[in-house]
């Protein structure tokens, strides 16, 4: 018959310090199928050696070795795990249980690493379970459990994979007499069903109740006997042994994994690890969102302002200056410029011209103090203001120059106050005011206007709720004084709309440069670029935000790292564990990779969260608009994520690495 095992000439030499110690040394052993390999020798003689090698779990130092036929010496560690898991069966001694894990859990471990999907491995458990007389205790955790009940945990352990041979080191070494017998049994009945069991005693009692009996002394097998049991009649072929499944982890078990053990094994260490992530994620998005938010709010205003406006405002130059424009041919803004332009450009679909005047403007019950324009054209629309109450002025009143005035909301309000305070009742529209002297009747309160003036001071925008129009004709046939001064200060142009103003400021400057006889004694103020300008110096800000937020997600990267690797440290056992039951170092390299992924990304989503309630708070105390920007949203998760991978790559590469006969014998 072939042997299922064949070794020869194995050995296995460990350096200690200047000294060769041959754990094993020369050993020649044929397994055959159906025995029941019962191996004694005295504490160091080389028997786990000798089991560990049998199990994949070590590599021998010289000699062949083959299972089924197939030669195990130079393979890879990916194919030596895969036959571990198809071909052999752990049971220790220490019962080597994963404790976070249930019953079922445990016994189906083996099948996790074949990509068997968790339902179908968790009803082959619970058969197990059945049929190795654990009753129904499928949900408790092996520290409710008595010894007994974990060794049989365990075979089921070893068994679900249906493996051609089972390794048992000392496996009743740390069970009473009458539970021995009882776990005896298990094996001898898996024996009789056919399967191949090699085992390590130390009870002398047990030694001869093998179909051999094998001894070691020194590294070296002394006497190899029959034993007093007979050989079973039929022996496990390869069946079940391929599944058709997939070797590997499945993501989902990945994920629970991650979620377990990287999550909810330490829930406040894993916290205090993540809070690196969530403050950098967290300060990104809330600081991003409050700039989006006030960029949105300026935008908001210079739309209210409009758009669309364009201003061209007069240098209103002085003395030699003034007179220097004259002589070269410029006469000024003047009403005609508006003419001219408003002929040239269609862009423009509304305009004005606008002159200020310094008067003394007096009510009969007190002194005010506004800001008197005199105004022609479509003033009201081009800067986005209406009437209150009244009217606005009319073709009568341009041409007629009349004595009429239209009066900004805190004006109004001032008068008010004023006729209040002297119990007068009597309507403002209709009311005289004083105009250096001359009569001006209000036939018009201009709707007060939400104003931001430290937004606003960027846009050369001023006031209107403190400004009193009168006709721009009677301000200059009747107020002004004949002198070199433009005849007006503004034209307000509002265009069809934002896309134009490009367009349309070269148009402006080209007819503006014909009647000025090319003297520029004129600006051409777009209220939208100047917001556009202090929103580039807010960039500076933005970058300097994300700087710092990166570096705070560094470090809690590092953290992660950190903890990771103490992680590591602690589960030394839980990954011998997982190798000995056929996990790859890949296996291993993607459960702790996954592990430290589920932290950073658990910060992230924390951070975006926090992040979330922080702007929706702040923004309603403050009154800026709330806006969170999408793709920001995303860079941050993904940033968590690589943030996790990154770090998490070291640690998971030491946990890989991690010798799992080292990892085992470290009880
Ligand atoms: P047994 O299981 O028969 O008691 P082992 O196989 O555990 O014996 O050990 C055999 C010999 O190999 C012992 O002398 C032991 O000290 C030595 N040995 C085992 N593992 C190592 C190791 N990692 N480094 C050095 N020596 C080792
Ligand atoms: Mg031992």
């Known amino acids: 018959m072939e042997s299922i095992i064949h070794i020869d000439g194995l050995k296995r030499h460990y350096m200690m310090g200047d000294t060769l110690v041959a754990a094993l040394d020369d050993?020649?052993?044929?397994?055959?199928?159906?025995?029941?390999?019962?191996?004694?020798?005295?504490?160091?003689?080389?028997?786990?050696?000798?089991?560990?090698?049998?199990?994949?779990?070590?590599?021998?130092?010289?000699?062949?070795?083959?299972?089924?036929?197939?030669?195990?010496?130079?393979?890879?560690?990916?194919?030596?795990?895969?036959?571990?898991?198809?071909?052999?069966?752990?049971?220790?001694?220490?019962?080597?249980?994963?404790?976070?894990?249930?019953?079922?859990?445990?016994?189906?471990?083996?099948?996790?690493?074949?990509?068997?999907?968790?339902?179908?491995?968790?009803?082959?458990?619970?058969?197990?379970?059945?049929?190795?007389?654990?009753?129904?205790?499928?949900?408790?955790?092996p520290k409710e459990l008595?010894?007994?009940?974990?060794?049989?945990?365990?075979?089921?352990?070893?068994?679900?994979?249906?493996?051609?041979?089972?390794?048992?080191?000392?496996p009743t070494g740390n069970l009473?007499?009458?539970?021995?017998?009882?776990?005896?049994?298990?094996?001898?009945?898996?024996?009789?069903?056919?399967?191949?069991?090699i085992m390590v005693t130390h009870d002398p009692k047990l030694a001869d109740m093998g179909t051999r009996k094998v001894t070691l002394l020194d590294g070296h097998i002394v006497e190899d006997v029959p034993g007093k049991r007979k050989k079973p009649e039929k022996t496990v072929e390869e069946e079940g042994a391929n599944d058709g499944q997939r070797h590997g982890v499945g993501v989902s078990d990945l994920v629970r994994i991650g979620i377990n053990e990287g999550l909810l094994a330490h829930q406040m260490r894993t916290f205090l690890t993540m809070l690196g992530i969530i403050i950098g994620i967290s300060s990104v998005i809330a600081m991003s969102s409050f700039s989006l938010g006030s960029k949105q709010k300026q935008a908001d205003q210079i739309r209210a302002l409009g758009a669309n406006l364009v201003k061209i405002v007069d240098k209103q130059f002085e003395n030699e200056r003034l007179v220097e424009t004259r002589v070269a041919g410029s006469l000024g803004l003047s009403r005609a410029d508006l003419n001219s332009l408003r002929g040239g450009i269609p862009d423009i679909e509304k305009a004005a011209c606008v002159r200020e005047i310094k008067l003394n403007v007096v009510h009969s019950l007190g002194g005010l103090s506004p800001r008197v324009l005199g105004v022609q054209g479509d003033y009201l629309e081009v800067n986005n203001l209406s009437l209150a109450e009244g009217r606005f002025f009319d073709g009568k009143d341009w041409a007629g120059s009349s004595r009429t005035a239209i009066i900004g909301s805190a004006i109004a309000k001032q008068i008010r106050t004023l006729k209040a305070d002297r119990n007068d009742t009597s309507?403002?529209?209709?009311?005289?005011?004083?105009?250096?002297?001359?009569?001006?009747?209000?036939?018009?309160?201009?709707?007060e206007k939400a104003m931001d003036l430290d937004e606003?001071?960027?846009?050369?925008?001023?006031?209107?709720?403190?400004?009193?129009?009168?006709?721009?004709e009677t301000l200059l046939t009747r107020t002004a004084h004949l002198d070199?001064?433009?005849?007006?200060?503004?034209?307000?142009?509002?265009?069809?709309?934002?896309?134009?103003?490009?367009?349309?400021?070269?148009?402006?400057?080209?007819?503006?440069?014909?009647?000025?006889?090319?003297?520029?004694?004129?600006?051409m103020v777009i209220p939208m670029d100047l917001l556009k300008q202090k929103q580039q110096s807010q960039h500076l800000l933005d970058i300097l935000t994300i700087c710092i937020s990166s570096i705070s997600i560094v470090v809690g990267g590092i953290g992660i790292m950190n903890i990771m690797l103490a992680s590591v440290t602690e589960r030394i056992r839980e990954i011998g564990i997982r190798r000995a039951i056929g996990a790859t170092k890949m296996d291993i390299m993607r459960q702790f990779l996954m592990e430290s992924m589920t932290i950073s990304i658990t910060g992230g989503l924390f951070g975006v969260v926090l992040a979330g309630i922080v702007v929706i708070c702040v923004c309603q105390f403050i009154g800026l608009p709330v806006v969170f920007s999408l793709p920001l949203l995303c860079i941050a998760l993904v940033a968590s994520t690589l943030t996790g991978l990154v770090f998490g790559i070291y640690p998971a590469y030491q946990a890989a690495n991690k010798n799992p006969v080292d990892a085992l014998r470290s009880e």
């Open 484 to 523: 070199l001064r433009s005849e007006v200060d503004e034209i307000h142009l509002q265009l069809k709309n934002e896309d134009s103003l490009t367009r349309a400021g070269k148009s402006i400057r080209s007819i503006l440069d014909v009647t000025h006889s090319g003297v520029m004694d004129y600006d």
């Open 456 to 472: 606003l001071e960027a846009t050369s925008v001023s006031d209107p709720n403190r400004d009193l129009l009168i006709p721009l």
């Open 427 to 447: 309507p403002l529209l209709g009311d005289t005011l004083l105009l250096g002297g001359n009569p001006y009747v209000i036939v018009g309160i201009l709707k």
């Open 146 to 170: 008595s010894g007994g009940q974990l060794q049989r945990i365990a075979i089921a352990r070893a068994l679900i994979g249906n493996p051609d041979i089972i390794l048992a080191d000392e």
């Open 176 to 197: 009473d007499s009458a539970t021995s017998r009882e776990i005896m049994q298990i094996l001898y009945d898996l024996n009789d069903q056919g399967h191949t069991i």
């Open 27 to 141: 050993v020649k052993l044929d397994v055959n199928p159906g025995d029941f390999l019962m191996i004694v020798g005295s504490s160091g003689s080389g028997k786990s050696t000798l089991m560990h090698l049998l199990g994949l779990l070590d590599v021998p130092t010289a000699g062949i070795m083959e299972i089924r036929g197939q030669s195990m010496t130079g393979s890879s560690e990916a194919k030596l795990s895969w036959m571990r898991n198809k071909h052999i069966g752990f049971v220790f001694q220490q019962f080597n249980l994963l404790n976070d894990l249930n019953v079922i859990e445990n016994i189906a471990l083996p099948l996790v690493y074949r990509g068997v999907p968790r339902k179908i491995r968790h009803e082959r458990a619970k058969e197990l379970a059945v049929k190795l007389g654990l009753g129904k205790r499928f949900r408790h955790h």
